[in-house]
């Protein structure tokens, strides 16, 4: 399929099937960059509260640690927490950008057959915004690459 | 679907023989220099005397001995945990795990002068010299049970012939299926190393108190041994990591190791940093935070004067520089980057057990009136280039006597078809 | 190509066991997982849910009668201040640690028998940290100051003491929850898919539908989606651990002798990992009798889980016996006394108890026999469910009872009220995880449908193994 040269065009299975992604030409999900800087982030806000309320607007002397940057030890807990809490609301919301979620009406749902997406059925969709997409030539092509039930569905992005 | 990976068929059922004279020049040069390494240690430890500097090098022995004591039974560690596990992955590089564990009864014998010899010994535990001139203080009397020589000597054959063994015994089963192809070795592998592994665990942190921990007798932490151990299974997944590097560079393994192992491995030796640097932060945490006196001496010394920068070398060093590098995960897949990482890994370990051993040294043997001693930097450099020769040697001569690998493992199909 | 090796007889080849049993088909999977859901309840749901029910009524009565009253109405009193709420946070706090475990962990480490059980034991971490939660938000006695806890700006300008553990508590637990929930949520997308896809009403379908956010199963879509977990996977690891150090730094940090000590993060964590699994075996094994799930919960995970709960229960003796050794060595008099109070002394009963239940009974593992015996298996996850309590009971309250100064020792005996709230956490616990498999997938399937050997497309053809898992030869002629 993308040997023919298509752009627009999706697999769609139950569970992620391994290998599947080179074999589509995709690389690897740029997720986790994103997900760095969410969690670097964190750390940074964490250490500006704890260094900001502690030492410079409210600084108190208590269990025998000073006001001052030697404190820092004792800050590791929450910056630590906090450097996880960010960045696992990054990658939630990141991998939904990623992947234009939430997108509650998609013209596949139109398919009585496609439901069986999330059973035990593979699907190969071709999108007709592809270049490459013509009615006839497309069908012909998903035959003769052994593909059953094919249906055209017919509506707006 | 389509079949990809390698199948069983591709390799020779005898395995792989590493030609030793491919390593022949690394190994005569670490001859060489180990013989003369060796030569001029014993003539310190023989004829030195009460001198300083016979003092001074049972401290550089201590510490080149037990840097390598850790890589072994880390080594013996990923054996224990791989056949426990009834794990498939790392099949392919397990021969090496054995080798390694294997170099334990050296480091025992290695171990030896400054056990056996009263002056390096008394020079090194001060409770053995207090005990010995009979100034024997409360607290010291208190801990009479356990710190006592014959107990002390009790525990340390125990844990050379407990370690030992195992390691032994594992290889032994190992190289049994090589021969016969018999299933039942790995049964036999695998249930008698979760019944190794306490075994393991109490010799490895008992020895990590009675060698390193008792250098000051009044000092305790414990979690000591989870220390040691942390440092010695990332130490050694480096040393794995190199040892396949070394072979494949010379040709071999070169189908049954993909860059999926070395991928399996890199992660190995990123938990392990993370794992380190957890322990090592708890330890100093707790006791930072609490302020008691006889708890916080150990890291007042590794803060006074020159220590303080070894002690924030290690922060960076052994934690944030690792840690940032090996979180990509190309680091992980490329065998320059990973090598290099492992480079460094052995490099900072040997640091933090330098750190652990020398502060003790000049306040111990100069009592109390200097911090280092002058010009003991050059007996430490030459005990560890002595041992690390020794140990080179040791090492790769024994690669050669068996397969590389454990041809007729029943899941090395699993191990050279590994996908991450 | 895989034929080469069959004949390759000199060589043997060990099957793995097979995570689902009788070769089930994606389909069935997707049947028997929904209709949990969909179809009515097992009468015996009921009979578990209507007590539940009557027991958070109880847990309800009893917070508002302590808001109402005070915290006088506990048993606590002047040097036990932490008596059975520290307690049971820590208890419960210790059982969520099970679910994000098997969850991350398990997954790094690419077991993948995890697929199982991780489902039903994310849910059950959340459910026992919401429980472990309401102990230390009532423990502040004014309750409606809570938000004090808040790094907020307020009127009188102060700001919390970060330098403090507890802060470092409220910090750890509250991400944990949050990461745990995102967790949870990102496995259950392609799942509550399925739900929405095989729905036929208006609301169901509607609910499922919002939930599931549209997810297509686009192999685009999984690229970002098993990128996104597994990071929340490699981020939820160390948070695992450090929620109960941060735990375990309540009591470290402090000079009470039996608190201060430096293996308590590591051993807090071991102790959560031990007790949350047998909590998660205390749930499963009926719950995969009552559903009928054998052949996905299999005999197998059971053995592994086991297997885990021996292993974690044997490091928490490691660490009970370096407790013990290093209180003795270290030559504290004040540590020594703790000690002896603890084996020898007035709660000497407690520490049998936990040493018995966490340590020895554990040890019954090693066979092989009572690891599928699940009426023993049952009897040990019950013993290490106690014996994990009475750890914390150990801890907390011998090590206060009797500190420095004789004069201030003093002894604690709960009253009603810290009972009855404690009996209605377990209320609260099993209604929220029944409410759960009503409503969703218990067992997480996209991932059960993801390790079947139809979708492995590195799985060995049968032929190839000589020996199955238990080392038994296989005679191979007779099947081509």
Redesign the interface.
Known sequence: MRDAGFKRWDVHSPFPIHGLDSAMGLSKSSLSWFVFIGGATGTLTAFLLQFITQVVIYPTYVQDKPASITTLPAFFPVMFELTVLFAAFTALFGSMILNRLPRWNHPLFVSEQFTRFSDDAFFLCIEARDPQFSKEETKALLKKMGGTNIELIEDEI | MADHGATLAEFPIEGERVEVSKFSRIILIAAIIGGIGIVVSLAIFLFGGDSQVRKSFSYSWLFACFYFFTIAAGGLFWVLLHHASNSGWGIAVRRIMEHLANMLPFTFLLLMPILLLKTPREALYEWMHLLSIGEVDALLAAKAPYLTLGFFFVRILFYAFALSGIAYLLRRWSLQQDRTGDVRPTFLARRFSCGFIPVFAISVTFIAVDLLMCLDYTWFSTMWGVYIFAGSALSSMAVIILTVTALRSRGYLGKVVSMQHYHTMGKLMFAFTVFWAYIAFSQLFLYWYAKITEETKFYILRNTEGWHFVSLFLVFGHFLVPFAFLLRQRAKKDVRQICAAAVWVLFVHMIDIYWIVMPERGPSITKGELLTIPGALFLDVIAIVTVTAAMVFLYLRSMGKYSIYPARDPRLHESVRLIN | ??E??TS?T?????A?ESLVLNER???WV?NRICGIVENRQPFLWWVLFVPCVMLMGVLGYCLAYLVATGVGVWGNNHPVGWGWAITNFVFWIGIGHAGTLISAILF?T?QKWRTSVNRAAEAMTLFAVICAGIFPAIHVGRFWMVWFLA?VPNAN?????????L??DV??VS?YF??SV??W??GLI?DL??L???AKRGIRKAAY??FA????????????????YL??AA??T??V??VH??VS?DF????VPGW???????YFVAGAIFGGFAMVLTLMIPARKIYGLQDLITPKHIDNMAKIILLTG?IVG??YI??LF?SW????KYEQAAFANRTGGYYSWAYVCMFTCNVIVPQLF?FRYCRHNLWIVMAVCMCVNAGMWFERFVIIVTSIAQDFLPGAWDFYHPSWVEIWTFVGTFGLFLGLFLLFIRFFPVIA???I??VLPK????Y?PPG?F??DAE?REIDNDGEQ
């Open positions: 190509m895989a080469a090796s390759d000199a060589r043997p080849v060990i793995r088909p994606m389909s997707t790094l690419r790094p300008g102060i700001w919390q003491n970060f330098k403090s553990p802060l470092w910090f750890a991400t949050t990461v995102i967790f949520y990102v392609p898919a399925t929405r896809d095989r539908g919002f956010l549209g997810w297509r199963g686009g192999n685009r879509q999984w690229r970002h989606y098993e990128m996104a990071l929340l981020l939820s160390p948070l651990l450090s150090s941060v730094f470290a940090t402090s000079i201060h000590t430096t293996i308590f993060p590591p044997t490691y660490a370096m407790e290093i060595y270290g030559g504290n090693w399937m996209s991932e449908k993801g979708s492995d497309p590195h060995l190839t000589t020996h080392g």
